[in-house]
C-alpha cells in the first residue's frame, strides 16, 4: 500500500529570512488574486470560463508587465494558480463555496514543489535560504512537495509530503460501533463512554474578555494588533487542544478494533441549529472520522459509515422494533415487545455495529472471508 503523508514540523527563519518569505507569500497571493478577478471578468464578458492553459498564458503576461514579481520563485506563482484550479473543481463539484479573494491578515501558504533540500537541523527553501528546523520525527519515504505557512500568531511551519510504501497487517482485533454524542464525545457498543472536552467552553470567559479589549482598539493601531494576536493566540489554543484530543482517541480506537462503525451525520446541516451550533462545532466529529479512516486502513482495519437516516436510536437492538415516540430527552427506555431496558447512547452504538457489520460484509463479500483486512487488500 502506497502512502502519502504530510509531516509538519515548526521552522525558525531569521529576520531576513522572514522578509523573503514575506516576499514569497505577497507574490503568491497577488497573482491567485489576479487570476481570480481575470477569471470573473473573463466569465461576465464571455460566459465562458478560462482553461489552466489560458491561466497560465495570463501569468507570464503579468510577469512582464509587473517586474517585481520575479523576486518570488517561479514555482511558488504557479502552484499558486494550481491552487486556485483546485478551489473551482471543489466549487463545482458541491464541496466548497466559491473562490474568495485571499487577505494578507489571514493565514498565508505557498508550495514548493521540488528543489527543496534538508540537512539534519535545516530546510534550504529555493530564494529564501537554509532555514533553521525542528525534525521532531524523521523525515521518510519520497519528499514529494514542501508547504510554508505562516499562521495568525506569527509562527512558521513546513509541511512535507512524504510517500512511502508499506505492508498491511492482519487485523484481528474486534469490531466496535461509536455513537457520536455532545454530553459524552463517544458512546462505544462495549459500553466505554469518553467523556467531551469542550475546549471552546471552557476558553468562552476569556476568549470573550480578550474580544471586548479589540473591540475597544483604535483601527490600525499597535495596541489593536496586539490585541488581536491574543485572540488569535487563544483560537489557537482551543484548535491545537481539540486535535490532540482527537489523534489520540482515534489512535486508540483504531489500535484497539478492526471494524468501526460510524454515522454518516451532516454535520453541516446540524450546525444550522442555533442552540447546538457552537457545541456540535466544538465537536469535531468530521475530523474525528477522518483520521479513524486513514489510520484504521494503516493498521489494516476499516472504517464503515451507517446512513444517516438510519434510526439508530429508536430500534430495539435485540428484537428490532422502532420506537417512534422516542424523544431527545429520553435517555432510556423500555422495549414494549421484548421488554429489555436500553440505554439510548449505548442501544445507538450497538445498532451502528449491526448495520456496520452488515453493510461491510454485503460490499465486500465475494465468497471468501469477510474480516475487515480483505477488504483493504481486494
Known amino acids: 500500500m502506497i502512502i502519502r503523508q504530510a509531516r509538519k514540523y515548526r521552522i525558525y527563519p531569521n529576520q531576513h529570512q522572514k522578509q523573503q518569505l514575506a516576499v514569497q507569500f505577497g507574490h503568491a497571493r497577488y497573482i491567485y488574486n489576479q487570476a481570480l ?8 464578458q464571455t460566459g465562458k470560463g478560462l482553461t489552466p492553459y489560458e491561466t497560465i498564458k495570463n501569468l507570464v503576461v503579468e510577469k512582464e508587465v509587473t517586474p517585481w514579481l520575479g523576486e518570488a520563485d517561479s514555482q511558488v506563482l504557479q502552484q499558486k494558480l494550481r491552487d486556485l484550479e483546485t478551489a473551482y473543481k471543489n466549487f463545482f463539484q458541491k464541496r466548497a463555496g466559491y473562490p474568495k479573494f485571499k487577505s494578507k491578515h489571514g493565514k498565508q501558504t505557498i508550495r514548493y514543489p521540488q528543489r527543496v533540500k534538508f540537512s539534519d537541523t535545516h530546510t534550504y527553501l529555493p530564494k529564501v535560504g537554509w532555514v533553521k528546523t525542528v525534525f521532531h520525527r524523521s523525515l521518510v519515504g519520497t519528499q514529494k512537495s514542501v508547504t510554508v505557512s505562516k499562521t495568525k500568531t506569527g509562527k512558521y511551519f513546513a509541511s512535507v509530503l512524504c510517500e512511502w510504501e508499506i505492508d498491511i497487517p492482519e487485523n484481528h482485533n474486534p469490531s466496535v460501533g461509536i455513537d457520536l454524542g455532545l454530553s459524552h464525545f463517544a458512546i462505544l457498543s462495549n459500553g466505554e463512554r469518553v467523556d467531551s472536552p469542550k475546549y471552546l467552553r471552557r476558553t468562552e470567559k476569556q476568549l470573550a474578555r480578550a474580544q471586548r479589549r479589540l473591540s475597544r482598539k483604535k483601527k490600525g493601531s499597535a495596541n489593536r494588533t496586539k490585541d488581536r ?9 482551543v484548535a491545537n487542544q481539540r486535535k490532540d484530543f482527537l489523534h489520540k482517541l482515534s489512535a486508540d480506537v483504531t489500535s484497539r478494533f478492526g471494524l468501526i462503525g460510524l454515522e454518516d451525520l451532516n454535520v453541516s446541516g446540524m450546525v444550522r441549529n442555533r442552540r447546538l451550533a457552537k457545541s456540535i462545532s466544538d465537536s469535531g466529529w468530521s475530523t474525528f472520522v477522518t483520521f479513524c479512516e486513514y489510520k484504521s486502513a494503516v493498521r489494516g482495519g476499516y472504517v464503515h459509515q451507517v446512513d444517516q437516516f438510519f434510526p439508530s436510536s429508536k430500534t430495539c437492538n435485540n428484537c428490532g422494533y422502532i420506537n417512534q415516540d422516542l424523544q431527545l430527552s429520553d435517555r432510556g427506555w423500555v422495549c414494549p415487545e421484548c421488554s429489555i431496558e436500553l440505554d439510548r447512547d449505548i442501544n ?3 445498532n451502528i455495529l449491526i448495520q456496520a457489520t452488515a453493510g461491510a460484509a454485503g460490499s465486500y463479500a465475494c465468497g471468501d472471508c469477510v474480516r475487515p483486512t480483505e477488504f483493504l487488500t481486494q
Open 37 to 44: 478577478a481575470n477569471r470573473k471578468n473573463h466569465y461576465k
Open 348 to 350: 445507538a452504538a450497538i
Open 229 to 237: 494576536l491574543k485572540v488569535a493566540r487563544l483560537h489557537e489554543r
